[in-house]
Nanobody
Framework: QVQLVESGGGLVQAGNSLRLSCAASGRTISTSAMGWFRQAPGKEREFVAVINWTGSRTDYADSVKDRFGISRDNAKNTVYLQMNSLKPEDTAVYYC???????????????WGQGTQVTVSS
């Protein structure tokens, strides 16, 4: 079993940056692919980014490509999402998730965190 806890969300002005963290406990995630998803009010949850277990492969949604960066520190059992040039449309609850194998785009994940709110003001 894996427990995932997101942190780093908050209120930020458009154009600024935030870094989200996802700390895992219960079992190492060093061999898991890790993803970030988000859900805005009234919308379905959508894929944001994914990274494979070594960090050598990543994939991003078109809406965040060139602005967001996913990374991981397996020694700390933590995954990060660096969000730059934030826009009001990035406002959402952000979730991290874990799955066994890397898959580009969305797909089914086995473990989910509770989410952290990101609000971008214009």
């Amino acid at each position: 079993q894996v427990q995932l806890v997101e942190s780093g969300g908050g209120l930020v002005q458009a154009g600024n940056s935030l870094r989200l963290s996802c700390a895992a406990s219960g079992r190492t995630i060093s061999t898991s692919a890790m993803g970030w998803f988000r859900q805005a009010p009234g919308k379905e949850r959508e894929f944001v980014a994914v990274i494979n277990w070594t960090g050598s492969r990543t994939d991003y949604a078109d809406s965040v490509k060139d602005r967001f960066g996913i990374s991981r520190d397996n020694a700390k059992n933590t995954v990060y999402l660096q969000m730059n040039s934030l826009k009001p449309e990035d406002t959402a609850v952000y979730y991290c998730a874990a799955r066994r194998f890397f898959v580009a785009g969305g797909g089914k994940y086995d473990y989910w965190g509770q989410g952290t709110q990101v609000t971008v003001s214009s």
